[in-house]
């Protein structure tokens, strides 16, 4: 199994910024894209930022230019840097990555780390 140690959440005034860490711990798998998601009370989990093992990134247009994700693979970590941040980013943040082995591959998932951005 591949296991995600998600940090950096916390509570932030409107236009700070946080930082997530995501370190993904892959045993025998391999892992391939690595991303941020997020979910707020009462609407539904979405993407927020992908990078893959090469450094091709996309972003939710809610988060273009003020969001950065970036990837140290030696460390099978992301990271998210969140600027101008806005109540609406208001979320529990989850880190997600793709692992494979052979013909087996599946999604995991972290734990989740909240963010609250108060107006």
């Known amino acids: 199994q591949v296991q995600l140690v998600e940090s950096g959440g916390g509570l932030v005034q409107t236009g700070g910024s946080l930082r997530l860490s995501c370190a993904a711990s892959?045993?025998?798998?391999?892992?391939?894209?690595m991303g941020w998601y997020r979910q707020a009370p009462g609407k539904q989990r979405e993407a927020v930022a992908t990078?893959?093992?090469?450094?091709?990134?996309n972003y939710a247009d809610s988060v273009k230019g003020r969001f950065t994700i970036s990837r140290d693979n030696a460390k099978n970590t992301i990271y998210l840097q969140m600027n101008s941040l806005k109540p609406e980013d208001t979320a529990v943040y989850f880190c997600?990555?793709?692992?494979?082995?052979?013909?087996?591959?599946?999604?995991?998932w972290g734990q989740g780390t909240h963010v609250t951005v108060s107006s």
């Open positions: 997600s990555a793709y692992a494979y082995r052979a013909s087996l591959a599946f999604q995991s």
């Open positions: 990078v893959t093992t090469s450094g091709f990134t």
């Open positions: 892959g045993g025998t798998f391999s892992i391939d894209t």
